[in-house]
């Protein structure tokens, strides 16, 4: 029996001790919960404004874009729509271009044709040999053959005095003159001649043979004198 009454009284002490620990937990914990209901409430209080902020500017722009909208309806109505270009229209511009495109074509080819028919008309006059000099002949026959020579030719046709003293001087030849010859082209034509016999020729001895010789004033007919010297 005694042990029975020291349980229980020792069971209501130790309630009476514990009975103000646990009132104070409640209460530290009622506290924690209002500042945890407080923060949440300042959330959605944020929340809430954050959503209202939000939504006065989508409403702000969507009036923007209605007027945006009701402007490009407005100039749309005001377009000139004859003014855009109709189909056939651009079928006959293109048309046009295409025929300009083969004009330039044919002019091309016409062009490359008239280089190609020069090309061969200077290599044919540069692979013309030339005359070869005259044999020598003694005085009287020379004198003959200078009288008939004024008899049948022009004057233009006779070699300058000055270039039968260089042929009677020096080696070369005669040239007659033919369309679209100038001294260079003569110069290189008689080199590529001669070039097998070890002979060539310059513009400068051509020049000293025929003073006064210049491009200016050849003329077709004219005879001059080539002189050829030793490579």
Known sequence: MKRMLLLLL?????????????????????????????????????AVDALTTGQAELQRRISALADEVRS???QDNKIDTGKFVTREEF???????????????ADK???????????????????????PAPPKKNKGAAAADKG???????????????????????????YEIKPGNNLLAIVNAHNKEFKKQGKKTTLQLIHDSNPGLKDTNLKVGQKIFVPLVPE
């Open 109 to 131: 080819r016409l062009i490359r044709e008239k280089f190609e028919q020069l090309e061969k008309y200077v290599e044919k006059v540069l692979n013309t040999p030339a005359s």
């Open 10 to 46: 020792a069971g209501a002490c130790s309630h009476q001790l514990l009975s103000p620990l646990s009132a104070q937990d409640n209460a530290a914990r009622a506290a924690a919960e209002r500042e945890a209901a407080e923060e949440r409430y300042k959330l959605l209080n944020s």
């Open 91 to 105: 079928n006959r511009l293109v048309k046009a271009i295409d025929e300009i495109e083969q004009k330039r074509e």
């Open 72 to 74: 490009v309806r407005a």
């Open 148 to 174: 008939a020579e004024k008899l049948t030719e022009k004057p233009a046709d006779k070699p300058e005095k000055t270039s039968e003293t260089a042929a009677r001087n020096q080696e070369g030849v005669y």
